[in-house]
């Protein structure tokens, strides 16, 4: 009797400790989510700031209207790409931001090259406004990826584990992407000059 009770306390036991894993798993898999969702708040608000400076710019730099539209296409792109990262099965993808980003970065480089040669511009009120909102926005965007880089290196790693590998296999618990920019100017602050 003794002995049927100790083999059911360790069946239980072990049960029980497979749903922590589980659940922890899901836990950790919710955090980095969460952690996108507070990048994506302030990504789309650096996505609604851009075509404001570039209609901006427009006024000042009208034969420059190749290097605009690229600007506008390439957030597009990003905003479009931000909008469907997450997968049929509830994973995100963050991989194709990485490119979108990396365009777009590359982009905002050439426009604000750009204002530097249109001192008029650079001199202009609202546009001074919003490359100030937009250099809050980055500030932002660095410190929300920073905690979903965190955030995705503690799932990763718990999901890696053994035994709770077992656990992540068997129920498409995917490892989830980091999200890092390439292009080393994207990853720096945005460079502010009114002078």
């Known amino acids: 009797m003794s002995n049927d ?3 059911w306390a360790v069946i239980i036991a072990f049960v029980l400790y497979i749903i922590s894993m589980f659940n922890r798993l899901v836990t950790l898999r919710n955090r980095h989510k969460n952690a996108f969702s507070q990048i994506d708040i302030q990504m789309q608000r650096r996505y609604d700031l851009i075509p404001n400076l570039v209609e901006t710019a427009k006024g000042y730099a ?18 479009a790409i931000l909008k469907g990262l ?4 509830g994973q995100l993808d963050v991989s194709a931001l990485n490119g979108a980003e990396e365009a777009l970065g ?5 426009l604000f090259a750009l204002s ?13 406004q919003l490359m100030e909102e937009l250099s809050s926005t980055e500030n932002r965007i660095g410190y929300a990826r920073q905690a979903f880089n965190d955030a995705v290196m503690s799932y990763n790693t718990y999901r890696e584990q053994f035994p709770s590998n077992f656990i992540a296999n068997n129920f498409a618990f995917k ?21």
Request: proline share 3%; glycine share 4%; no cysteine.
């Open 116 to 128: 530097e040669s249109y001192p008029d511009l650079k001199a202009d009120t609202q546009f001074q």
């Open 86 to 89: 997450q997968n049929e099965k």
């Open 62 to 79: 009208k034969h420059e209207r190749e290097t605009l539209e690229a600007v506008i296409t390439a957030r597009n792109e990003a905003s």
């Open 175 to 195: 490892e989830a992407t980091l999200l890092k920019f390439k292009d080393k100017d994207i990853t720096k602050p945005v460079k502010v000059n009114f002078g």
């Open 5 to 7: 009770i100790i083999i």
């Open 106 to 110: 590359g982009m905002m480089s050439k």
